[in-house]
Nanobody, 127 residues
Framework: QVQLVQSGGGLVQPGGSLRLSCATSGFTLDHYGIGWFRQVPGGEREGVAS????????AYADSVKGRFTISRDNAHATVYLQMDSLQPEAPGVYFC????????????????????WGQGTQVTVSS
């Protein structure tokens, strides 16, 4: 059974950092892409970052390039999203998701290609 269990998140001041974790089980990370998505109330899930399990390649939304880093810990089957230089924005819920590869590179930040989702974690950047 595929499971993704998230941890991390919370309230942080502008300019601060947070690390989100996505612990996976029930599948082999080498065969799946992992994506991180952000959703604000009333909005759609927007792709933030992705990591190809088979290729190790990463992709980022333009808005987070240079500030966010997606990485993987094979020993713990966990994918992380390190978020630095966080900017003030509307509170949102971050989700991790897994999708079986291959995933076309132009779709790695599109939620439609991901079939399994974590429970979400709230991130608020505010002073």
């Amino acid at each position: 059974q595929v499971q993704l269990v998230q941890s991390g998140g919370g309230l942080v001041q502008p300019g601060g950092s947070l690390r989100l974790s996505c612990a996976t089980s029930g599948f082999t990370l080498d065969h799946y892409g992992i994506g991180w998505f952000r959703q604000v109330p009333g909005g759609e899930r927007e792709g933030v970052a992705s990591l190809s399990g088979s290729l190790g390649t990463t992709a980022y939304a333009d808005s987070v390039k240079g500030r966010f880093t997606i990485s993987r810990d094979n020993a713990h089957a966990t994918v992380y999203l390190q978020m630095d230089s966080l900017q003030p924005e509307a509170p949102g819920v971050y989700f991790c998701a897994a999708g079986q590869e291959p995933i076309a590179s132009v779709l790695v930040l599109h939620p439609q290609v991901y079939t399994h989702w974590g429970q979400g974690t709230q991130v608020t950047v505010s002073s």
